[in-house]
């Protein structure tokens, strides 16, 4: 639970025009989603008093509440990577607890897809050769050789096989293919993914996600804000977050992600565990990063991760554990920290408003109680939500 007295709920969520998007800037992408979050939740922009934004401006947040027309008394712009907006949503959901204040609206929205296409970035091969990571960077330990040397340890460690690995791909785009707005539907198979070029060993094009362009709010209010809204509320349950190392040298065992920490947190803050959850929305840059967060989050035992994503259990349509229900970012969308996309169809799902591809509780029931847990950097960080419908 929450530290403060009051319960806290997401209201409304939205995401802005995603996939491919050649005319839109970031700005209007954050303006487009949070819009559409406000509407979604039927509450007035004058009732926002919380402003948390992180990856776009000089001075984020304060550039992107301007541009909003918004005057918060609350801010947050924590960064720290794809785990940015489960962090942000824990601060978000004390601070309304404890009266900081009353409804607090999470925004992103990037071009990373449009940029590089006309010319105004490259791809992100490295985060910088400042501070500790002065030690590695000159041996050309690229983003992706991070996880991929993380997940080979874990093949060593534990038998995980790349047909393993390239189960959680296959199941990833059937369920996009259940979501109209998925950018990549055509089914796959797991030949498929291993007959692909080798991106960084063992991971082949399929093992990554894609990149995408758009944006996605998600708005948090105090318990007595939900009768003014028009959407059933999801309650925050418990969260936890976790920072685990900066350079690889300082990571104590690459099979073990931080989300071994913050979800542990968040499910004892809950007070529920992995068993009673109905489906997770995970961050997955890469297939690992699913397989090896399912073991982390105590849904299968450390090194069963492997066998574990196999038999189609991560599939919305048969799954035991539907994972990443939208298809996720291998599949779906992922303009970069994606984390805020996990809450937006993490809520989806637990309204029942996800269509085609709405998970079921085991009882045939909407489902009741969900994680969202999103990653940073390389395994650099964790944030873990659970959510509860009712």
Not at 47 to 71: C, K, Q, W
Request: glycine share 12%; charged share 20%; proline share 4%.
């Amino acid at each position: 639970m929450t530290s403060g007295s009051r319960k806290v709920a997401v209201v409304g969520v939205a995401l802005s025009d995603c996939g491919r998007v050649d005319d839109a800037t970031p700005y209007a992408l954050h303006a487009q989603a949070a819009r559409r979050a406000l509407a979604d939740a039927g509450l007035d922009r004058a009732r926002v008093d919380g402003f948390a934004s992180a990856g776009l401006g000089t001075l984020a947040p304060v550039e992107v509440a301007e541009y909003l027309g918004l005057r918060p008394t609350w801010v947050d712009s924590t960064s720290v990577g794809g785990s940015t907006w489960e962090v942000m949503a824990a601060h978000a959901a004390d601070a309304i607890a404890a009266g900081h204040a009353n409804a607090v609206l999470l925004v992103y929205g990037s071009t990373a897809r449009a940029d590089i296409r006309a010319g105004r970035r490259t791809g992100d091969l490295s985060f910088g050769a400042r501070g500790p990571l002065q030690f590695e960077v000159p041996y050309g330990h690229t983003l992706i050789a991070r996880y991929a040397m993380a997940a080979r340890r874990h093949m060593v460690q534990y038998g995980t096989t790349v047909e393993q690995l390239a189960e959680v791909a296959v199941q990833a785009r059937a369920n996009a293919a259940l979501n109209p707005g998925a950018m990549f539907r055509t089914p796959i198979t797991t030949g498929d993914v291993l007959a692909g070029p080798v991106i960084a060993d063992p991971f082949t094009k399929l093992h990554c996600c894609l990149r995408s362009d758009g944006g996605a709010a998600v708005l948090l209010a105090a318990e007595e804000y939900v009768r003014d809204c028009r959407t059933a509320p999801v309650w925050i349950l418990g969260t936890g977050e976790h920072v685990s190392h900066a350079t690889m040298s300082e990571w104590p065992d690459f099979t073990v992600s931080p989300a071994a920490v913050s979800g542990r947190l968040a499910f004892q803050r809950a007070g529920v565990r992995p068993a009673e959850i109905d489906f997770a929305e995970i961050y997955d840059a890469f297939t690992y990063m699913t397989l090896v967060t399912l073991e982390d989050l105590g849904f299968c035992a450390k090194g069963e991760g492997g066998a574990f994503v196999g038999k189609g259990r991560l599939l919305v349509r048969g799954g035991d554990l539907p994972v990443n229900t939208d298809g996720g970012g291998l599949s779906a969308q992922h303009p970069g920290m994606r984390g805020l996309f996990l809450l937006v169809e993490a809520v989806r799902q637990l309204r029942g408003e996800a269509g085609e591809r709405q998970v079921r509780a085991r009882d045939g029931e909407l489902p009741r109680l969900s994680v969202a847990s999103g990653t940073g950097g390389w395994f650099c960080s964790s944030g873990t939500v659970v959510l509860g419908r009712g």
